[in-house]
Structures are given as C-alpha cells and as structure tokens.
C-alpha cells in the first residue's frame, strides 16, 4: 500500500535514538539550500504558512533545520530556534548568522513544556525510527493551542535512489499520516499533497531513475540536488512555489509527491 514503511538499502551512522545522520549530504544542502528550486519553492510555500500564525513574541522551533537559509529566513518573523542532529548542520546555520541554534542527540528536545507556539519539522520524520515519541515530543513543546506544520514525501512507490541517498525509512500515504498525528494527540487541522504541479515530472524522473540505477548501478550521492541551468531552475521554482497562494488561502491538492500537515497542540 501507498503509505507503508520501506527501508532503505544503504544504512548511515544514525543517532541514539534512530535519528539518520549523513554527513556528506550536508555540504550539498549547504550549497544548494540558497538557489535550487525545490528547497526555494518549499520555503516560500511554509513561509507564507508561517505568516499566518505569526503573533507577539511568536516563538518557532525549527526540528531538523539542516544548513540553515529555512531558520535564518525566519527570524525576521519572530524569535526562532533550530536543532539539529548534526554537527556539520550547525556550523553551517551558524555561518548563516543563525543565533540560536544547537546540536541534539537524539529524539528528545532540550525545551520545557509549552515553550514554542510553532515547531516546523520539514521533511525530517521519514528519518526517525521512533516517530511516535518524536510527535510527542513535538507536541509537548508547542503551547496549547499553538501549531505544528510539518512536510513529509508521499507515495511507496515512488521510493527511489534519491530516498537510498537521504536515509528515508519511509514514505507516507495521506491517510497514514493524519492516523499518526491523531494518535499523537494531535488536532489535525489540514494535511494535504503539495508539490503537485510538477508531480508528473517528478515521478518520471524517480521511475525513469529507478530503471537506469538496476541497469547502471553506479549513483552519485546527492545527485537531485544539483542545480539545474538558470533558467529551468527559475522556471521550476516559480511553478512550484506558485503552490503558496492556493495552500496558503486553504486549497488542498488531492496529490502530490510531498505532505504538508498542520496540526493544532490542544493540550493544556
């Protein structure tokens, strides 16, 4: 089925508590974070969500917050923090002039109860083993009624080379993934595909890729990432962050190949 887990081939040095950590992927998302369309586009699309949550002395916790132009972005916006699991992360988030910022080992988060009114987790609980604890855990930093957005791949069957290289344990189905955050305690107020307007280009490239790796299976790690010529990166970028006005007024797409969450912490 769509949503089940699937491991991947190619395991890397993980955290105590099944956090993946690959250290070389690192330097590419440091490079390419700033300029490559998907990173570009996926930013403005939870940036424009963020803006509608914003209130005084809004605090925001970005879990997993990688290179760190997501975290530096935000702090125009309020007063944000970012943990990672990797060290290398967090040299380069504070290359980027990003104040608080910190390495964690593991699933649990050094905060107190109720600290945060948002937690961004993008594109980071396909990595933990635990996803379970890693929900709560988010759920018990974020105040009562504040929020947590949170962005996900879809899909089992488009597993492909580029999930190997990122550490993927899995891929998620829409359905899946609301029982996940309900279980949580979670009030799920949306989840939704995105990165739908190029869904078909995606997909062939993933399946397209899939057949030419079993024939030449000689993969370049970090290889999607590269940046595609100035003009077909501006061209993707612009189609994909187009997604931001229809998300962001409430329009759901009924595919895509990511999920976008946003849930609302009603515990007291």
């Given at each position: 089925?769509?949503?089940?887990?699937?491991?991947?081939?190619?395991?890397?040095?993980?955290?105590?508590?099944?956090?993946?950590?690959?250290?070389?992927?690192?330097?590419?998302?440091?490079?390419?974070?700033?300029?490559?369309?998907?990173?570009?586009?996926?930013?403005?699309?939870i940036l424009d969500l963020v803006e509608k949550y914003i209130s005084p002395n809004f605090r925001v916790l970005d879990v997993g917050c990688g290179a760190g132009e997501?975290?530096?972005?935000?702090?125009?916006?309020?007063?944000?923090?970012?943990?990672?699991?990797?060290?290398?992360?967090?040299?380069?988030?504070?290359?980027?002039?990003?104040?608080?910022?910190?390495?964690?080992?593991?699933?649990?988060?050094?905060?107190?109860?109720?600290?945060?009114?948002?937690?961004?987790?993008?594109?980071?609980?396909?990595?933990?083993?635990?996803?379970?604890?890693?929900?709560?855990?988010?759920?018990?930093?974020?105040?009562?009624?504040?929020?947590?957005?949170?962005?996900?791949?879809?899909?089992?069957?488009?597993?492909?080379?580029?999930?190997?290289?990122?550490?993927?344990?899995?891929?998620?189905?829409?359905?899946?993934?609301?029982?996940?955050?309900?279980?949580?305690?979670?009030?799920?107020?949306?989840?939704?595909?995105y990165c739908t307007r190029l869904f078909p280009l995606i997909a062939a490239v993933r399946l397209i890729g899939n057949v030419i790796d079993r024939i030449l299976p000689?993969?370049?790690?970090?290889?999607?990432?590269?940046?595609?010529?100035?003009?077909?990166?501006?061209?993707?970028?612009?189609?994909?962050?187009?997604?931001?006005?229809?998300?962001?007024?409430?329009?759901?797409?009924?595919?895509?190949?990511?999920?976008?969450?946003?849930?609302?912490?009603?515990?007291?």
């Open positions: 089925m769509a949503g089940e887990a699937c491991e991947p081939k190619d395991a890397g040095r993980s955290g105590s508590e099944g956090l993946i950590v690959k250290e070389p992927l690192y330097s590419i998302f440091n490079l390419s974070e700033e300029r490559h369309w998907w990173f570009r586009g996926r930013r403005r699309i997501t975290l530096r972005r935000l702090e125009g916006m309020g007063d944000p923090v970012g943990v990672d699991i990797s060290e290398e992360a967090v040299r380069y988030c504070r290359r980027r002039g990003c104040g608080k910022v910190s390495r964690v080992d593991g699933i649990e988060l050094p905060f107190q109860k109720g600290e945060f009114d948002l937690v961004l987790s993008l594109d980071v609980l396909e990595h933990i083993a635990d996803e379970k604890r890693a929900l709560a855990e988010y759920r018990r930093v974020i105040k009562p009624g504040g929020r947590l957005i949170l962005t996900v791949p879809a899909y089992r069957w488009l597993w492909s080379g580029h999930d190997n290289d990122n550490q993927h344990l899995r891929r998620y189905g829409r359905r899946q993934l609301e029982e996940r955050l309900v279980t949580a305690g979670l009030k799920v107020e949306r989840v939704t595909f000689s993969r370049k790690v970090g290889r999607d990432f590269k940046i595609p010529g100035v003009f077909c990166n501006r061209l993707l970028e612009k189609i994909f962050a187009g997604e931001s006005v229809p998300l962001s007024a409430g329009r759901d797409f009924p595919f895509g190949s990511s999920l976008l969450a946003v849930c609302r912490n009603e515990m007291t």
